[in-house]
């Protein structure tokens, strides 16, 4: 009965969709193996095929096919775009555009483009990184 109640905030269409979820909350799965390997994690929203497919992380956030796809333990990713935050596996990166990879073990970045190769610093705008730019001319003058 307790865990109908768990498994009942969740929302899932499509073949294999949140397909592993034993004790996770609020999560929604929209696509055929979306959030398919999701056991525990909560808020996860995956709309596309294989979106957020290896996520157990949570808080993220994939919005077209094969979106974070191997996000793994990353939270409060968002990457909208197909195939966007496909290297993404840290913490609060942010991919916009079709094939928009991000980087492997980045932090707090933002990525906005259209299939942007996937080495660091290649991205067509980096907000993050312009940032850190900003405060550290900031503490110079």
């Given at each position: 009965?307790?865990?109908?109640?768990?498994?009942?905030?969740?929302?899932?269409?499509?073949?294999?969709?949140?397909?592993?979820?034993?004790?996770?909350?609020?999560?929604?799965?929209?696509?055929?193996?979306?959030?398919?390997?999701?056991?525990?994690?909560?808020?996860d929203?995956?709309?596309?095929?294989?979106?957020?497919?290896?996520?157990?992380?949570?808080?993220?956030?994939?919005?077209?096919?094969?979106?974070?796809?191997?996000?793994?333990?990353?939270?409060?990713?968002?990457?909208?775009?197909?195939?966007?935050?496909?290297?993404?596996?840290?913490?609060?990166?942010?991919?916009?555009?079709?094939?928009v990879?991000?980087?492997?073990?980045?932090?707090?970045?933002?990525?906005?483009?259209?299939?942007?190769?996937?080495?660091?610093g290649?991205?067509?705008?980096?907000?993050?990184?312009?940032?850190?730019?900003?405060?550290?001319?900031?503490?110079?003058?």
């Open positions: 009965m307790v865990r109908q109640r768990i498994i009942s905030k969740n929302h899932a269409v499509g073949e294999n969709a949140l397909s592993s979820n034993t004790t996770g909350n609020y999560n929604c799965a929209f696509g055929d193996y979306a959030l398919s390997q999701n056991t525990d994690s909560t808020y929203n995956a709309f596309g095929l294989n979106a957020l497919y290896s996520a157990i992380g949570f808080g993220n956030n994939g919005f077209g096919s094969e979106t974070l796809m191997f996000v793994g333990l990353g939270i409060e990713n968002t990457a909208i775009g197909d195939f966007a935050g496909d290297n993404v596996d840290g913490d609060y990166n942010i991919c916009i555009g079709a094939g990879g991000g980087n492997s073990g980045e932090n707090n970045a933002i990525h906005i483009g259209d299939h942007l190769p996937d080495d660091p290649a991205s067509a705008c980096s907000l993050a990184e312009l940032m850190v730019r900003r405060r550290l001319a900031a503490r110079l003058f």
